[in-house]
Nanobody, 128 residues
């Protein structure tokens, strides 16, 4: 059974940092790419980043380049999203997502795709 479990969110002041984790089971990180999305109340579900561990490729939305870093640990079957210089507009629920399409396409067009598997998310709240 495919499962994704996010953790690491919290309440932080602007300028601070957080590292979110996405622990996966039911597959390995070499099988599927993992994408991070976020959704703030009343706003759309937006793609942030994606990693294809099998070939080491990473992708970022323009809005987070330079502040967000995605990485993976095969031994722990976990993907991380490090967020630096947090801003109030980063406040959202963060989700990691994947499905079988990534086994062939990696992160290609991840920002437009609706993945079948998603965790329950982890809340990030940034105060000014």
């Amino acid at each position: 059974e495919v499962q994704l479990v996010e953790s690491g969110g919290g309440l932080v002041q602007a300028g601070g940092s957080l590292t979110l984790s996405c622990a996966v089971s039911g597959f390995t990180l070499d099988d599927y790419a993992i994408a991070w999305f976020r959704q703030a109340p009343g706003k759309e579900h937006k793609a942030i980043s994606c990693i294809s561990t099998s070939d080491g490729r990473t992708h970022y939305a323009d809005s987070v380049k330079g502040r967000f870093t995605i990485s993976s640990d095969r031994a722990k079957n976990t993907v991380y999203l490090q967020i630096n210089s947090l801003k109030p507009e980063d406040t959202a629920r963060y989700y990691c997502e994947t499905d079988e399409v990534t086994s062939d396409h990696g992160c290609l067009d991840y920002e437009y795709y609706e993945f079948d598997y998603r965790g329950r998310g982890t809340q990030v709240t940034v105060t000014s």
